[in-house]
């Protein structure tokens, strides 16, 4: 058991508006990771972090901007949702070798 | 050319069968690779890695062809609660931090 709840689940919103989505930890992992899913994709890492304070943008970052202010915590931003950010949204923890997912979000922006 | 790619299928497998699928990737540099399986609707989890020599972890094998640049993943004596879709993942060379995600292969296995 990763020890990983993300908020919210589910939420819908529209095109412009800023969204925050939750990623929340039980265990003290240095590493934690935001992934979009996508319908023929892979899941595609948009950005990491390796410590408190310390984040770095992945294969697909733009549009999207993260905070880690507490171990434990990981806040993926959208700041001007548009409609090609409508996917699910997975948040991980571990080692890049060994990773444990979250339940996701799903995101729809209208 | 995709860096890492598997068959979608679905694969329609009898229950008590046994299947295997592949996946290729592009970077004959990569090192470590694993396959990872997703419920519908669910987040992925890591079944199981994939070493050199292979990996067997009861039904599964997991095999490693550098040569010609792929994986494999063997399922026997499928059981209905193998229906999942099993996710390619490597490590590129490139970062120590990031995995390329195959898109995934759909396994239905019928009673």
């Known amino acids: 058991d990763a020890g990983i709840t993300q908020s919210p689940r589910h939420k819908v919103t529209e095109t412009g508006t800023p969204v925050t989505l939750r990623c929340h930890q039980t265990?003290?992992?240095?590493?934690m990771y935001w992934y979009r899913q996508d319908p023929g994709h892979g899941l595609r890492l948009i950005h990491y972090?390796?410590?408190?304070?310390?984040?770095d943008k992945g294969e697909v970052s733009d549009g999207y901007s993260v905070s880690r202010s507490k171990t434990e915590d990981f806040l993926l931003t959208l700041e001007s949702a548009t409609s090609s950010q409508t996917s699910v949204y997975f948040c991980?923890?571990?080692?890049?070798?060994?990773?444990?997912f979250g339940p996701g979000t799903r995101l729809t922006v209208t | 050319r995709k860096e890492v790619e598997q068959d979608p299928g679905p694969f329609n497998v009898p229950e008590g069968a046994t299947v295997a699928f592949n996946c290729t990737y592009s970077?004959?540099?990569?090192?470590?690779f694993f396959w990872y399986r997703q419920d519908c609707r669910k987040e992925p989890k890591l079944l199981m890695s994939?070493?050199?020599?292979?990996n067997e972890d009861g039904r599964f094998t997991a095999q490693l062809n550098r040569a010609s640049q792929y994986i494999s993943l063997l399922i026997r004596d499928s059981k209905l609660s193998d229906s999942a879709t099993y996710l390619c993942?490597?490590?590129?060379?490139?970062?120590?931090?990031?995995?390329?995600w195959g898109a995934g292969t759909k396994l239905i296995i019928k009673p």
């Open positions: 265990e003290n992992h240095r590493y």
């Open positions: 972090s390796y410590g408190v304070k310390d984040t």
């Open positions: 993942v490597v490590n590129p060379p490139w970062s120590n931090y990031q995995l390329i």
């Open positions: 991980a923890n571990g080692a890049p070798t060994e990773q444990y």
């Open positions: 970077n004959s540099a990569s090192q470590s």
């Open positions: 994939v070493y050199s020599s292979g």
